[in-house]
């Protein structure tokens, strides 16, 4: 990402980077690193939507699809850079007020950084669950990506800030994080795709979603979990790698025979919602 940013970085996003900038409690190694995409991002929120496919991760929630009619010429992202203390100081940060629902988050669709300065760790806040170590690139070894939802206004992006500065959650916060909770955990994760796209092998056809992009991959990786927690898939490292090849279709053909499902061997709506937790 080039420490530059240009005419599609928004403002409701740069205003609260400046918010960022100049609090006295904030990380001191913080610079700057980006919101709007160079040549080296061509899918996600660091790309106007209009741009981008409509298969694109970025563009399958209803907020999302809702942001983009509102800001098509927008990226919706931010990226920070720090030190490799900080950058596991503020990943840690956003783990707890993403797993606590903090309402603060609101904002927020994803983030990556990094636990241990080793390892890239994201989350989904979409289904609030961990997209899979390693499944992201080691540049969020040194800056932490933030998503926002494409239609979050100023208001809810700026009650990040205190996240990311380490201010506790308030009492009244607290309140609304545990509703929230109760919610995710009865519902589960909403299906990620358009109509008539599915996730299956990953040289299928174009509405087939296998982990070709990365972009697919924490999707497929939580597909791949479930089938081992379900115990369709042997539960070995390095297994579940967000990649949908022959043994993530044996193992999903094992689960919908074991649920007296049809056995296509690839996930659509109807076993994601069955399947996913």
Known sequence: MEPTVTANAPGRILDVERVFAHRSDRPKSYRMSGIAGDVNHSWGYHVDPAELPGSDYSLQTARDRRGAAQHPNDASAWDLSFDPADMILVTRRLLK????????????????GTLDGRNTYPWDLHGNVSEGINTWDDSHLWHVHISFYRDATQTQIARVVDV????????????????SGVVKKLTGPKWPLGPGNYFGPINGPNNCHGGFFPSERGNVHRIQVALQNAGCAPKVHGWADGRWEQPTTDAMRRWQKKHRRHATGVCGPVDWKALVR
């Open 97 to 112: 007020a993403a797993k606590a629902n903090d309402p603060r988050m609101v904002a927020v669709r994803e983030f990556c």
């Open 164 to 179: 990311l500065c380490g201010k506790p959650m308030s009492l009244i916060d607290k309140g609304r994080g545990t509703s």
